[in-house]
């Protein structure tokens, strides 16, 4: 059973920073595509960036420039981090991770965790 916890989020101003991490576990090591989305209030989730097992990567044009997408992995888990900079307002949302089919792919493979809220507002 897969298991998947998000962690990190919180208040922060305008132009501030977060990092947020996801652990995973209970699933294949070899999982090759990995990836954050977001959902605001009244909106869609979205894809926030994705990232291949060998490191390549893809953002969604909102956050190209101020985000960045990383992970690492011991033997029995996997661990992904979203480094957030120079936050917006519009970047006030529920941040949840999730395995991909594709670099582009903007669903998710898993049933979706408890996420974690990012809030940008002075």
């Known amino acids: 059973q897969v298991q998947v916890a998000e962690s990190g989020g919180g208040l922060v101003q305008p132009g501030g920073s977060l990092r947020l991490s996801c652990a995973t576990s209970?699933?294949?090591?070899?999982?090759?595509?990995m990836g954050w989305y977001r959902q605001a209030p009244g909106k869609e989730r979205e894809l926030v960036a994705t990232?291949?097992?060998?490191?390549?990567?893809?953002?969604a044009d909102a956050v190209q420039g101020r985000f960045a997408i990383s992970r690492d992995a011991d033997q029995n888990s996997v661990f992904l981090h979203l480094q957030m900079n120079g936050l917006k307002s519009e970047d006030t949302a529920a941040y949840y991770c999730?395995?991909?089919?594709?670099?582009?792919?903007?669903?998710?493979?898993?049933?979706w965790g408890q996420g974690t809220q990012v809030t940008v507002s002075s």
């Open positions: 999730n395995a991909a089919r594709t670099l582009f792919d903007t669903e998710g493979l898993w049933p």
């Open positions: 209970g699933i294949i090591l070899k999982l090759n595509v």
């Open positions: 990232i291949s097992r060998g490191g390549t990567t893809h953002y």
